[in-house]
């Protein structure tokens, strides 16, 4: 699992030009499709974990975050619109906000969508998956 969340970041991030300058990135919950909630839970906490090895990002802190959806009662889904994303990001002071899904396909196989949400123009920068 490590490989491949080391290659959603790569796809979502290496193009962007983020490694020139410090940047603040928030990850959010991915949201979780046939799978268990603790599982999408621990494949955003190992994204996390590589974003932050990379040394390159102010990562923010995941508790932080679910605190401000707590306070301002979003509802948080993957089918959220990408201004809300983007409001969260703000609140949090990121430059860009992370979001995704992990479904299960059949009885084995993954599929993990991210993109890449830039907080002050609200465009989704980048996406990627990997299965």
């Known amino acids: 699992m490590k490989a ?3 290659n ?13 300058q410090q940047n603040s990135i928030a990850v959010i919950d991915f949201e979780n499709i046939n799978i268990r909630k603790t599982d999408a839970e621990a494949l ?3 994204l996390t974990s590589e974003l932050i090895n990379i040394n390159k990002f102010t990562i ?9 959806i707590e306070e301002q009662k979003f509802q948080y889904s993957g ?3 990408v201004q809300t994303v ?4 703000s609140m949090l002071g990121a430059d860009y906000v992370i979001i995704g899904s992990i479904s ?4 084995i196989y993954f599929s993990i969508d991210a993109r890449m949400i830039e907080v002050k123009s609200s465009k989704s920068l980048k ?3 990997y299965d």
């Open 104 to 107: 299960k396909i059949g009885g």
């Open 60 to 68: 923010l802190e995941r508790s932080l975050i679910q605190k401000v």
């Open 44 to 46: 955003t906490q190992r």
């Open 127 to 129: 996406s990627a998956n």
């Open 86 to 89: 983007s409001d969260i990001g």
């Open 79 to 81: 089918n959220v619109d």
């Open 4 to 6: 491949n969340c080391k």
């Open 8 to 20: 959603i970041i790569f796809l979502i991030l290496l193009s962007q030009g983020l490694f020139a």
